[in-house]
């Protein structure tokens, strides 16, 4: 009787742990099924990157995009609520959208120029990048001094 209470026991454990493990695994995936193109102008965008799973699963996809942004401070540290305006070498803006993510793909129309403004706390960046083929990687770095000041202060 002990024993086949002991294989009972034993095996309640080890469906509690498979069942833990596949929740956890269902919460990675769920977060990479969020993600979701969009598209504006003819441009095909997905901004994500926030955890691991996310951040994999956007790394895995650039390969699939022209360009992928990252958005940081000059520590490493991610940036998200990104302002990012993407206009073609006209001055056209074609893609005007706010990232909530460290990282922005996207798939232009056509090969060219393109000039980004990405703001954070009012202070942007700008970088001209000229378009080829695809996964094509810029990194946007911002100066955390000037981030940190830039961030109002809690108000009491």
Sequence with gaps: MKTRHR???ACGLAGAAALAQ???GSAD???AIQLQPQTENGVTYMCGGIGKAEAAQMKRDAADYNLMLTFAENTGAYLADVNVNIADARGNTILDTRCGAPILLVNFPRAGSYRIRAEVA????NRTVHVRGRGQAVSLLWPRRLVDRATPPPQA
């Design 29 to 31: 995936m769920a977060a």
């Design 22 to 24: 596949a929740q956890s």
């Design 7 to 9: 294989i009972l026991i």
């Design 122 to 125: 009012g202070l942007a960046v």
